[in-house]
């Protein structure tokens, strides 16, 4: 057995260690002297989970075959059994990683009582429990037995019992490895890939967790602050201070793609009533957020590689923010919780109260584009006008049935009022959402499609915010129109839905593939052709209260009703 220490001044640049070889005894002269093999930098360049590059596929017939190893007369003897299907190095210790984390169960009664514990790898082995210490303690022998540097660390973990924003002083709390792999050290934590405890640490439940084996420095130590800093394996290294207040991520975080979050740390105070929060991710992913378990209060946009949310809290205090994501593709329909955030919140912005109506995301994104929603005319989730008046448009893809709907929080008009609000106008692939607001105030336009040629319901698809200051708007509804309204009929005048009394009111229709048209008031009117393309007429409401347009698209069928107007007889 050939050993080599280096012992250095605490505060000092420590030499590189050389790999070398270690038999059955792996424990420090000088707890805290022995350092690794610190790699001149470390970064996370964001294109995986690991500290080395895996193709885990290679490890299936490896990990079938630990994972069902019954032996528990000794260690050498498990090792050696373990070893039968394991060549290098890595597949040793991917072999002993997999029968730990299958085999072994976290103690939850030695948990509670010292006394009912005990953590020397032989007794773990016979027990098939154990708490953190054991985990690694045996992890480590096992790895003495098989010839692979292996190091049993300790330090303080975000673990079981943490709470946001918590400071860490006393004794470590958790206990995990290092294993030398390739001229480099690797970390792992056997103990959080084996399972999982319940909130009061009373029932363990085996889970297998893939990400903490060799998980990338970058990664681990959001969660794991060993007591030699070294051991974090990262250049510049943490200090505990940083990692009392970083964001802790969980594994759901990592493994749906996503790469880094704003702000870093867990709490937040407000700025003039708002908060920012983004997320930057791999892949498009769709999110969801609750503050205080409501979905209000919110303004959450899609990105292509992440999302950004405004939160505007309507009370202070401290309040709980949570994150949910999950992938955009597949069928997947639970969110997975991502990020938890306290927000301080020491003042209120009235002026960005939101409608209870309004559904997130807000505005066009990648997924609109999925969707079918393409070149929007507003980009932005907020509209203002003045006027009370706006146009949207988007080219639409193939197939498209949408339904538009507006809503708000002081408004008494019905639904079906409300919608009248809103004219949907076709031109080719262009559609074109004309909205004539009811009165001031925030409104909310809903937009649901699905495809023509499914039966089924609409599908939401994303929500635009319409604030309008001017208390003197006051639209009245654009027409009723009937189901034999083709969808590639325009109206351009009279937009109003309701028309003056004993006036020539005149008409004006883009009106395609028919044979006549007409108005009907008292009398009926005819509208003609013009050259430009235009059905055009007038119509007077003297002694009617509806008119109605009707069109016949050919000399042998009926008349049929497209638009009704109400006239004005106040």
């Known amino acids: 057995t050939h050993v080599t220490v280096e012992v250095h001044p605490r505060n000092t640049t420590p030499q590189l260690l050389k ?25 996370w360049d964001k294109s995986g989970l690991k500290s080395m590059t895996l193709d885990l596929q290679q490890f299936e017939k490896l990990d079938a075959y630990a994972s069902k190893v019954s032996v528990k007369n000794s260690i050498e003897e498990l090792v050696k059994v373990l070893l039968r299907e394991a060549r290098t190095d890595l597949e040793k210790v991917r072999a002993i990683w997999m029968w730990i984390c299958h085999h072994i169960e976290y103690d939850v009664v030695g948990f509670h009582n010292k006394g009912q514990r005990s953590c020397e790898p032989k007794d773990v082995l016979r027990t098939g429990k154990s708490v ?8 480590q022998q096992m790895c003495s037995v098989a010839g692979v540097q292996c190091m049993k660390l300790s330090g303080y973990s975000k673990g079981y019992s943490y709470r946001r924003g918590q400071s860490f002083t006393g004794d470590s709390n958790h206990a995990w490895n290092a294993v030398y792999l390739d001229g480099r050290w690797h970390l792992l934590d056997s103990t959080w890939g084996s399972g999982s405890v319940n909130d009061s ?6 889970q297998y967790e893939e990400f903490y084996f060799l998980t990338h420095p970058a990664l ?126 020491s003042s209120v912005d009235k002026n960005m109260c939101f409608p209870k109506d309004l559904l997130q995301p807000v505005g066009p994104s990648w997924f609109t584009e999925r969707k079918g929603f393409l070149r929007p005319s507003h980009p932005d989730p907020i509209i203002h006008t003045n006027d009370g008046r706006c146009s949207i448009t988007f080219t639409l893809g193939k197939d498209i049935s949408v339904l538009p709907s ?66 003197e ?19 351009l005048e009279p937009l109003a839905g309701l028309l003056p009394a004993n006036r020539n009111v005149q008409f004006k229709l883009k009106l395609h593939s028919i044979a006549k048209a007409f108005v009907q008031g008292k009398d009926t009117s005819p509208l003609t052709l013009s050259k430009d393309g235009y059905w055009e007429g007038t119509c007077n409401t003297s002694g009617c209260t509806e008119v109605y347009v009707m069109v016949q698209e050919n000399a042998n069928l009926k008349f049929s009703y497209i638009l009704k107007y109400e006239v004005d007889t106040q």
């Open 19 to 43: 790999k070398f070889s270690l038999g059955k005894v792996t424990k420090p002269l000088l707890s805290g002297m022995i350092v690794p093999c610190l790699f001149p930098a470390y970064p």
């Open 132 to 139: 953190c210490a054991g985990y690694a303690g045996l992890f």
């Open 201 to 206: 640490c009373s029932k363990f439940t085996f």
């Open 220 to 345: 681990f130590i959001n969660n794991h602050f060993p007591d030699n800093s070294n051991w974090q394996l990262l250049k510049p290294a943490l200090t505990l201070k940083e990692f009392e207040s970083n964001m802790l991520y969980n594994i759901q975080f990592y493994q749906l793609g996503m790469l880094a979050a704003h702000p870093e740390t867990p709490i937040i105070q407000t700025v003039n009533g708002k908060a920012t929060i983004s997320i930057e991710s791999r892949a498009p992913l769709l999110f969801m957020f609750k503050l205080q378990e409501t979905e209000e209060h919110g303004l959450m946009t899609l990105k292509k590689n992440g999302m950004k949310l405004e939160i505007y809290p309507q009370k202070t205090g401290n309040l709980k923010l949570q994150v949910f994501a999950k992938p955009s593709k597949g069928s997947e329909d639970h969110y997975n919780e991502v990020l938890e955030y306290t927000l301080e919140c």
């Open 406 to 471: 507006l809503h708000s929080d002081n408004t008494s008009l019905t639904e079906d009022m409300r919608r009248r609000h809103i004219m949907e106008i076709h031109r080719g692939n262009q559609i074109e959402f004309k909205i004539h607001l009811p009165h001031a105030g925030k409104f909310v336009l809903r937009i649901f499609a699905k495809k023509k040629s499914d039966p089924g319901s609409y599908n939401y698809i994303f929500s635009y915010l319409i604030s309008c200051p001017n208390t």
């Open 473 to 491: 708007v006051k639209w009245p509804v654009f027409p009723v129109n009937y189901r034999n309204w083709a969808e590639s009929y325009e109206l």
